[in-house]
């Protein structure tokens, strides 16, 4: 994939994204390779969780999901020390099964599992569930405190995204940006990204062009990051630079999200080129419903989103939205939720309007 | 072990993460010097160099200053450089990543690299030659250490990213002055000025193997602060006067419990506390004018130490046993040698440049899966005999023996025998492991087969893992999956497809 722009003079530096992607896999097929040999090698199942959440994030593999179950599963058989439920609560984590993440912790805490590597799990599933926000918070700017690094900073940073505190979220991650001294591309363009988001969907009055800095930053420094690509195109399409944005998903096809086709179904309609988009949409209809299949938990809030939109299905938006409420009942997952059922209730209301679903969510 | 993953910092980029550093005298040519550094552990075959980082080898010019329990090896000022930089990745015409490079000579002279060019590069005159790029790692470590139990090899068929310098020795180090030098190698960053403070002097370096990992952060003693990061910032040959004493406290503590770790004490306090101080002095010390072998490693710090004068180069060599010698020191100071459960790495080194092994293959997966309607153990009571014929490719299966270790050999309906070896078997969980003996194109082969539930139905896993042999990687892939899916969908008409 080919960086749009170059990070700038003032940004950190890091190792080129092309060479990083490389080595990421690199190191993620050194890993597997060496649990095959031996699955107790001390350290080897957590740096394979570390690089398959890499990936996940980074690059956009949803099967990095299922190859993290094959691990869990694997691991827990050969492995009976209190190594298994940590790295079991990792891997159910990454995938959204929280409730099964605590049992796991739960468990490593019976065995004697070191509270710090409790206590770390236990606040980001608390956060991604948006529970007992006062804790997390204090506990988020502890930490902060002790490091002052980056991985401390873009958590707080979220976290304070998450509260509505948009301008010390800013801060927050300005401060992860600044205070970097690695040479790795992916926290920074993690951090890039963040602020992308905050700017671009979570503010009261989104600013598209300065979310649009931030995703071009991410994507510079990490030309595969589909994420930020996907989240770019989609300002360029608003803008209506659809070439820009088809430019911007086309590398990103390869990576198996099917967002990446859903948004560029979207561009290609707006070129009016409806027979290519609606291949586009099945294929992402059919990617999103494989994910599901799997990971029901780990992609509702995406395809709720699809289903919502091109996808036109609200009454499964809704009922994916409702999954995610009942998971994780963040206020964004509550507004995503409230947004879906007072569509789907339009939607049905036009055809029928004794199906007309109700709007109250439950959390 | 060794230096690998020494630090949360060295951790974040595996290119900048070095593992170990060598010197010797090149066994092709007794006039020449070879320095060594490796990075990235466990890297895989596609593994690059950081296009940022200053890959250098530092070698500086050594006297002993003290002998005994006053033991010291003072280095000079000046400071022999080799220092290598790459480039963002070209494609070759069929789409090949490339990486190019440069090395800066101590004379600033340049010498440019292509990565993985197995004959490197020399200079005009043949003073200089260096090689870059992946090779077998030549570390091995085969103990769980904190409790001396052996194991096998724990980095076996593990590569490295290698850079190897290759000079004359006479023209280089002027040996007029002396010939004993302290080598290290360290991986620094852009010393640009960030935001909120000065740039990082460095992401890793290392002198002799194991000074963080074993001594700065020893396993064996719990909720010790984590002082790798501190240690990877300190200026090698100076490191800070005022941080000096927490290092020499905890090289002290460290080496203290080694000791103990037999339960016999060797080491007298005085001893830990004059050895701590050479530790402090990082460096690895080799000296040109005598001889280096796989066995000379550490002599010189132990001789002096002990009084002597000491008969080695010292130095590295690519396969010193250089983890049992160090723990053998350690542990009995060299009362009984501590050989661990592999006496060599995967691959021995070579004898010509660039002396560190070619890299290891891969080790390749194939994993497939299916859904089906119908309770686990009633699927696992058809697949779960080592010895049932239920795949519709096998034409008869012959068994020899029982439990763990009974073979099977399978008759396919093609005529092929193979023959595999149950190592694993747990019928409350559902899988078996078992590992490949003859019959097809593979080493190192293993097969797990699992049924695992899944809703009101179960999910079938057939993995292996395998080298290939005879044949391609992608061949033996092929065949396996279709093997594996043949299988799997065979179980489909018996117990219906989950929905």
């Known amino acids: 994939m080919t960086a749009f722009a170059e990070p700038d003079r003032a940004a950190p530096s890091a190792t080129d994204g092309e060479i990083a992607a490389i080595n990421l896999e690199s190191a993620r097929r050194g890993a597997w390779a060496r649990f095959a040999q031996d699955p107790l090698l001390p350290g080897v199942a957590e740096a394979i969780v570390d690089t398959e959440r890499l990936v996940l994030q980074n690059l956009g593999d949803p099967a990095a999901i299922d190859r ?98 948009f301008t010390e979220a800013d801060a927050v991650y300005r401060q992860a940006f600044s205070a970097y001294d690695d040479v790795s591309p992916f926290p920074l363009a993690w951090t890039c990204f963040q602020l992308g988001m905050l700017w671009g969907e979570l503010v009261p009055m989104p600013d598209p062009d300065v979310a649009a800095f931030w995703y071009r930053r991410a994507v510079a420094y990490l030309p595969s990051y589909v994420k930020a690509r996907v989240h770019l195109a989609e300002i360029y399409a608003s803008q209506g630079r659809t070439a820009d944005a088809e430019a911007l998903l086309l590398p990103a096809l390869s990576s198996g999200d099917p967002e990446v086709r859903w948004r560029l179904a979207d561009v290609l309609i707006a070129q009016g080129r409806s027979d290519e988009a609606e291949k586009q949409l099945d294929a992402a209809r059919s990617g999103f419903d494989q994910l599901l299949e799997r990971h029901l938990l780990a992609f509702a809030d995406h395809a709720a989103e699809f289903y919502a939109g091109s996808g036109n299905d609200c009454r499964r938006a809704l009922e994916l939205a409702r999954t995610n409420v009942a998971n994780r009942p963040t206020r964004r997952a509550i507004k995503q939720a409230h947004a879906i059922a007072e569509l789907a209730g339009e939607a049905v209301s036009e055809s029928d309007p004794r199906e007309a679903p109700s709007v109250a969510i439950s959390a | 072990m060794s230096d690998h993953v020494d630090g949360p910092r060295s951790i974040g980029d595996p290119a900048a993460d070095i593992t170990d550093l060598f010197a010797f005298v090149s066994p092709a040519n007794p006039a020449r010097t070879v320095l060594a550094m490796d990075v990235f552990p466990s890297a895989g075959e596609d593994a690059m160099f950081s296009n940022i980082i200053d890959y250098a080898i530092a070698v500086r010019r050594v006297s002993v200053a003290g ?66 790029g992946l090779r077998s790692d030549p570390f091995y470590l085969a103990w769980d250490i904190g409790i001396l139990k052996k194991l096998p090899n724990l980095l076996q068929h593990t590569n490295v990213l290698s850079i190897v310098v290759e000079f004359d020795t006479r023209r280089v180090l002027d040996l007029a002055k002396g010939s004993l030098f302290g080598a290290v190698a360290e991986t620094v960053p852009p010393q640009k000025r960030g935001l909120l403070g000065p740039a990082i002097s460095r992401i890793d370096w290392v002198g002799r193997p194991e000074q963080t990992n074993m001594r700065l952060n020893n396993p064996a003693m719990s909720e010790i602060n984590d002082l790798r990061d501190l240690w990877n910032q300190q200026t090698p040959f100076a490191v800070s006067k005022v941080l000096q004493p927490l290092f020499l406290q905890r090289l002290k503590d460290s080496h203290a419990t080694w000791d103990m770790l037999d339960g016999k004490p060797d080491w007298t306090p005085e001893a830990i506390a004059a050895t701590a101080n050479v530790f402090l002095d990082d460096f690895l010390l080799f000296d040109v004018a005598k001889p280096i072998d796989d ?45 661990g459960g592999s006496t060599g790495a995967t691959k021995p080194g070579m004898k010509v440049f660039p002396y560190f092994a070619t890299p290891n293959t891969e080790l390749q997966t194939v994993a497939e899966s299916v ?31 029982a439990g763990i270790g009974q073979l099977r050999t399978i008759l396919t309906i093609d005529g092929r025998r193979i023959v595999e070896r149950l190592e694993a078997i747990d019928d409350a969980k559902r899988f078996f492991r078992y590992t490949n003996i003859a019959g097809m194109a593979v080493s190192h082969y293993t097969g797990t087969l699992e049924v695992r539930p899944k809703g009101s139905g179960c999910v079938v896993d057939w993995r292996a893992q395998f080298l290939a042999a005879n044949n391609t990687d992608r061949a033996m892939k092929v065949m396996l999956s279709t093997l594996f899916k043949t299988g799997l969908d065979s179980l489909k008409p018996r117990f219906g497809v989950a929905r």
């Open chain 2, 295 to 339: 066995r000379s490693h550490l002599e010189i710090e132990k001789s002096t130490l002990s009084g002597h004068p000491y008969q080695t180069g010292g130095g590295r060599t690519v396969d010193a046993n250089s983890i049992d010698i160090l723990l053998t020191w350690l542990v009995n100071k060299d009362r009984e040698f501590l050989l």
């Open chain 2, 67 to 132: 002998v005994g329990n006053a033991a010291k090896f003072q280095p000079e000022d000046d400071e022999i450089r080799f220092s290598c930089r790459f480039e963002t990745l070209k494609r070759d015409t069929a789409g090949k990543a490339i990486q190019c490079g440069v090395c800066q000579l101590p004379d600033g002279r340049e010498l440019l690299l292509t990565v993985n060019e197995e004959k490197g590069t020399s200079t005009s005159e043949g003073d200089v030659r260096v090689f870059a």
């Open chain 1, 68 to 165: 993290l179950d094959a691990l869990a599963s694997q691991f827990a058989r050969e492995d009976e020390s209190l190594r298994a439920p940590l790295v079991q609560a990792e891997v159910a984590s990454t995938a959204h099964r929280f409730a099964d993440a605590r049992g796991h912790l739960a468990r490593a805490a019976q065995m004697g599992a070191p509270r710090a590597a409790i206590e770390r799990q236990a606040l980001a599933i608390d956060q991604a569930c948006g529970v007992k926000p006062d804790a997390v918070l204090a506990a988020r700017r502890v930490f902060v405190r002790a490091s002052g690094r980056l991985e401390d900073l873009v958590p707080l940073g979220a976290l304070l995204a998450d509260l509505e505190r």
């Open chain 2, 371 to 401: 859904e089906l309607a119908a309770a686990p153990d009633d699927v696992w009571s058809l697949i779960g005999q080592f010895g049932g014929a239920w795949h519709p490719l096998t034409a008869r299966i012959e068994m020899t023996g």
